[in-house]
């Protein structure tokens, strides 16, 4: 089980990673990101804004991915 810290540390450094990442990686560490935001709140912790923006816009990223692949 992660702690509080782990669990920080973790989103830091994908955001480290994400950090003028491509589009590829980026849709690869968007579950990731999204899983360790996920566990954060429901730890109780208080999310930085900017980790909250940046899964926010990573899951959007996804979801617009998703429909540029769809055949039409």
Do not use: C, W, Y
């Amino acid at each position: 089980m992660m702690t509080l810290k782990d669990l920080l540390k973790e989103a830091e450094q994908l955001e480290q990673k994400l950090d003028g990442a491509d589009l590829d990686l980026r849709l690869q560490l968007q579950p990731r990101l999204s899983l360790v935001v996920d566990r954060l709140r429901a730890e109780g912790a208080e999310i930085p804004q900017h980790l909250r923006h940046l899964d926010s816009v990573l899951a959007e990223e996804a979801v617009e991915a998703r429909f540029d692949n769809m055949p039409v």
